[in-house]
């Protein structure tokens, strides 16, 4: 959703993912809960945020406990070989850790939103061109893991490269929101590569800054980027919305197909 206010300020669809549902940040403990309570975690959260909807109906969390229940299929039994660097698996994220949630690097999404993503796939492949996943579906508990890491003010191990010209004390809120559209199992976070005539030796396009920087660079039309990084990012965006993907302005990785299959369903089950 476009928030010409967002615009000015910087705001990521981190926290825009939650205007997309009509929501506003609202903050949370700080302590760190066990997994085991995860699903009280996000109940809390959705309680305290259902209030501030500003759509009829509040997002509801899913008693569904595997992908199979919730219809969330892996985009690899579309497309068996499709490139994948599932960042919250591992460690090379904002966070500098494995996010709850995550227990394997797998790209999960609703069946329809799969079956859209592998058919632009499939249409980019005729112009040696492919996708390279970063996220999709993202369990309830990864963004509550999120919170609880912008709470952390002493760890500022990947300022660097994520929030270079931000304090950390404007990423929550800002940025980083207690309810996220992935967790609806229709958003994905991805880029563009150009690969040879084979479909060997793909290589990135140059976008212009890297996948989760938090800076008004990372907007999809940034002034501030070069023509070819702007052209790489609209080719991107127009391949995508041939499927019914729209992309979050903020961010120039983030699509959501739409019309979203369940718009006001969050989903918690485990990526494995």
Same mark, same amino acid.
């Given at each position: !959703?476009?928030?010409?206010?967002?615009?000015?300020?910087?705001?990521?669809?981190?926290?825009?993912?939650?205007?997309?549902?009509?929501?506003?940040?609202?903050?949370?403990?700080?302590?760190?809960?066990?997994?085991?309570?995860?699903?009280? *975690?996000?109940?809390?959260?959705?309680?305290?945020?259902?209030?501030?909807?500003? $759509?009829?109906?509040?997002?509801?969390?899913?008693?569904?406990?595997?992908? $199979?229940?919730?219809?969330?299929?892996? *985009?690899?039994?579309?497309?068996?070989d499709i490139a994948e660097d599932i960042k919250y698996a591992g460690h090379d994220?904002?966070? +500098?850790?494995? #996010?709850? +949630?995550?227990?394997?690097?797998?790209?999960?999404?609703?069946?329809?939103? $799969?079956?859209?993503?592998?058919? #632009?796939?499939?249409?980019?492949?005729?112009?040696?061109?492919?996708?390279?996943?970063?996220?999709?579906?993202?369990?309830?508990?990864? #963004? $509550? =893991?999120?919170?609880?890491?912008? =709470?952390?003010?002493? /760890?500022?191990?990947?300022?660097?490269?994520?929030?270079?010209?931000?304090?950390?004390?404007?990423?929550?809120?800002?940025?980083i929101a207690p309810v996220s559209g992935h967790s609806r199992g229709a958003t994905?976070?991805?880029?563009?590569?150009?690969?040879?005539?084979?479909?060997?030796?793909?290589?990135?396009?140059? !976008?212009?800054?890297?996948?989760?920087?938090? /800076? #008004?660079?990372?907007?999809?039309?940034?002034?501030?980027?070069?023509?070819?990084? =702007?052209a790489n990012r609209l080719l991107l965006r127009d391949a995508m919305a041939r499927?019914?993907?729209?992309?979050?302005? !903020?961010?120039?990785? =983030?699509?959501?197909?739409?019309?979203?299959?369940?718009?006001?369903?969050?989903?918690?089950?485990?990526?494995?």
């Amino acid at each position: !959703m476009t928030n010409p206010s967002s615009m000015t300020t910087g705001r990521s669809a981190l926290a825009g993912d939650a205007l997309s549902l009509g929501l506003q940040s609202r903050s949370i403990a700080r302590k760190r809960a066990p997994a085991k309570a995860a699903h009280l *975690i996000v109940f809390a959260l959705l309680v305290a945020l259902g209030g501030a909807a500003r $759509a009829d109906q509040p997002p509801a969390l899913s008693p569904a406990t595997t992908a $199979a229940a919730a219809n969330l299929v892996d *985009i690899r039994t579309l497309v068996p070989d499709i490139a994948e660097d599932i960042k919250y698996a591992g460690h090379d994220n904002f966070v +500098g850790a494995p #996010v709850d +949630g995550y227990l394997a690097p797998k790209c999960l999404l609703l069946r329809p939103v $799969a079956e859209a993503l592998a058919r #632009v796939e499939r249409e980019l492949r005729t112009r040696q061109l492919r996708l390279k996943i970063w996220d999709c579906y993202r369990p309830a508990r990864a #963004v $509550a =893991h999120f919170v609880r890491w912008a =709470h952390d003010l002493t /760890d500022q191990r990947t300022k660097p490269q994520h929030y270079p010209t931000l304090d950390k004390s404007k990423l929550l809120g800002d940025y980083i929101a207690p309810v996220s559209g992935h967790s609806r199992g229709a958003t994905a976070d991805l880029t563009l590569q150009r690969c040879a005539a084979d479909g060997t030796r793909c290589a990135p396009l140059d !976008m212009g800054t890297d996948f989760d920087f938090f /800076d #008004v660079r990372a907007h999809t039309d940034a002034p501030g980027i070069t023509a070819a990084q =702007h052209a790489n990012r609209l080719l991107l965006r127009d391949a995508m919305a041939r499927e019914g993907f729209r992309n979050y302005p !903020m961010e120039w990785w =983030h699509y959501t197909f739409t019309p979203e299959p369940t718009p006001h369903t969050l989903y918690d089950v485990p990526v494995q």
